[in-house]
């Protein structure tokens, strides 16, 4: 083969090869940039949870899950406090486990022990257009409680479903009555308007 096609293809082959070289570099560029962002952000958010800016922690939390990197069980213990100060009982278990999976530290184990044994799982779903009311019948003392009753109020206000933990104890639904037991069965509540395609329990 001689002449005007031999001379492109041996001016293609060596680009395209280039090409598929430079592909890794490309990768290895980007996943060098990640895990300095995310050690960036793992710093800024261990500064945030030390002076207890929350809202910047939660922020700085969720940029940190966004670039798709595993979390250490440093950053995990930082997004459960995070989420307790937040009101947000659900996402403390789920950060706790996924931590206690890494290093079950006693603090750990001892937090997810009294979660399990002072919560119960709740979920309501109910009409977007007349959001459900949820009251306690005896507002709990401590603050990371009322959080979460709080939390779960706006829940409900804001797209009418709620899906988490809340303390034990008697709540009303609407006014009706319900009771949270550490250790029983999920509670679910669906009061939206048929049909939903959902099994009402």
């Known amino acids: 083969m001689t002449g005007p096609l031999l001379t492109l293809l041996?001016?293609?082959?060596?680009?395209?090869?280039?090409a598929e070289e430079g592909?890794?570099?490309v990768?290895?560029?980007d996943e060098a940039y990640r895990k300095a962002e995310a050690k960036r952000l793992s710093d800024e958010l261990e500064k945030l949870v030390r002076r207890q800016a929350w809202a910047g922690a939660a922020r700085t939390y969720a940029e940190l899950e966004a670039l798709g990197l595993p979390l250490g069980v440093d950053e995990l213990y930082a997004g459960a406090l995070t989420a307790r100060q937040l009101g947000e009982m659900g996402l403390v278990y789920e950060r706790l486990l996924a931590a206690a999976k890494l290093d079950g530290r006693r603090e750990?184990?001892?937090?997810l022990w009294a979660i399990d044994t002072g919560y119960g799982r709740v979920t309501v779903i109910g009409d977007p257009s007349a959001p459900p009311t949820l009251t306690a019948d005896a507002p709990p003392l401590l603050p990371e409680?009322?959080?979460?009753?709080?939390?779960?109020?706006?829940h409900l206000a804001e797209s009418a479903r709620f899906e988490g933990l809340l303390p034990a104890g008697t709540y009303r639904v609407n006014g009706a009555p319900i009771e949270v037991t550490p250790g029983a069965e999920p509670i679910v509540l669906d009061l939206a308007p048929e049909p939903t395609g959902r099994r009402r329990r």
Do not use: G, H, N, Y
């Open 23 to 25: 592909a890794p570099a």
């Open 10 to 18: 041996l001016f293609v082959i060596p680009v395209a090869s280039a």
């Open 145 to 154: 409680q009322r959080a979460c009753i709080e939390t779960a109020q706006r």
């Open 27 to 29: 990768s290895a560029r």
């Open 108 to 111: 750990i184990v001892d937090w």
